[in-house]
């Protein structure tokens, strides 16, 4: 059974890959339609995790990273109004969600899912590459996309849109990181409780599922620099071939994430959308759903379109890796 997230309590979820759920699977249909995430019907206390300690040493890198300039301008005099506004609003708050998109790991040049199939692989759609049917067909060949992959995981770094959510996250009382990135950046950014609602491309596990998931070692992916396909190789229980331990197209996500997830969203009070498009399904329907239950809904984007507007929702447009140093230093300025 899942726990469920309580009040005063901050949730990030991330979105890496664009997909809509029906029936608690994944798929590739485009929902413009509204809110599909039901309320959960009762509610339990995760494991509560203490307050910063008054001296963060992250705090001097977020100063410093808040101070820099936007790239090709300075902000201008409603977007520094905004974030203000933003800021005080944050500050206020007593539980925030925080849904980050795929744009918020492309800052550390890992492509999004569909600017990643370039080359070799440019000439296979997604659903090609991502579902149980195109492993059955070919493991090879999608064991090698996501070898390749892995690699560049392995070689990003987070930056500074992950550290500044990582510095929240340790502001708070209680902090609970949902993601459906596959990158483990929010990790190696140091968030303690993270998860994956698209498990990890760090993991590997049968594909008979005989035995549980593991991490994988830089070792299994010498053979990523070929560019093309690469047999799996066998599981030392049972000879089936592994396979990553992520989410495919078609099959269900965790029940237990799902559940936190829907409670966060409805338990905030003020939602922070941030690197998403908030147009495909499920992910989309979460800060609406939100603002729908009385939150504050900060959208921080490079650009607003396809994004919805109204009294509650702060349209903040930019980067994430620009504006989140900034928006949580203002909140929460340095003592001198």
């Given amino acids: 059974m ?4 309580s ?4 949730v990030v979820i991330v979105a890496s890959v664009c997909i809509r759920i029906s029936a608690g699977k994944c798929s590739f249909t485009r929902c413009q ?4 995430v039901a309320p959960s019907p009762s509610m339990t206390k995760p494991p509560t995790h203490s307050r910063a300690p008054h001296a963060d040493p992250s705090r001097a890198r977020l100063v410093s990273l808040s101070t820099s300039p936007v790239p090709n301008s300075e902000l201008s005099p409603d977007l520094d109004a905004a974030l203000s506004s933003a800021a005080a609003m944050l500050r ?3 539980v925030v969600t925080v849904l980050t998109g795929a744009g918020v790991s492309a800052e550390s040049g890992i492509p999004t899912f569909r600017d990643a199939l370039s080359g070799w692989w440019s000439r296979f759609r997604p659903e090609e590459l991502a579902t149980p049917e195109a492993f059955t067909e070919a493991p090879a060949r999608v064991w090698g996309w996501y070898a390749l992959r892995r690699a560049l995981v392995r070689s990003a770094m987070p930056n500074p849109a992950h550290a500044a959510l990582a510095y929240l996250a340790r502001r708070l009382p209680r902090c609970t990181l949902l993601t459906q990135n596959v990158d483990g950046l929010h990790e190696s950014a140091g968030h303690r409780d993270v998860v ?3 498990g990890s491309l760090l993991r590997v596990r049968c594909s008979a599922g005989c035995s549980p998931a593991f991490a994988a070692p830089p070792t299994m992916d010498a053979a990523h620099a070929q560019a093309g396909p690469v047999e799996p190789p066998p599981c030392v229980h049972c000879g089936a071939p592994l396979r990553p331990d992520v989410v495919w197209f ?7 994430a799902l559940v936190r997830a829907r409670a966060a969203t409805f338990a905030c009070d003020v939602f922070l959308s941030v690197g998403t498009s908030n147009i495909v399904e499920p992910a989309a329907s979460l800060p609406w759903l939100a603002a729908s239950h009385g939150a504050t809904v900060m959208v921080i984007n490079p650009t607003m379109q396809g994004q919805r507007s109204g009294p509650s929702i702060v349209p903040l447009m930019g980067s994430a890796a620009s504006l989140l140093p900034r928006l949580i230093a203002r909140a929460w300025p340095a003592k001198r």
Wanted: hydrophobic share 30%; net charge negative.
């Fill in 33 to 36: 339609s509204a809110p599909c």
């Fill in 92 to 94: 206020a708050s007593e």
């Fill in 196 to 198: 994956s609602l698209h």
């Fill in 7 to 10: 009040r005063n309590h901050c």
């Fill in 250 to 256: 078609g099959e269900s996500l965790p029940e237990g």
């Fill in 2 to 5: 899942a726990t469920i997230v």
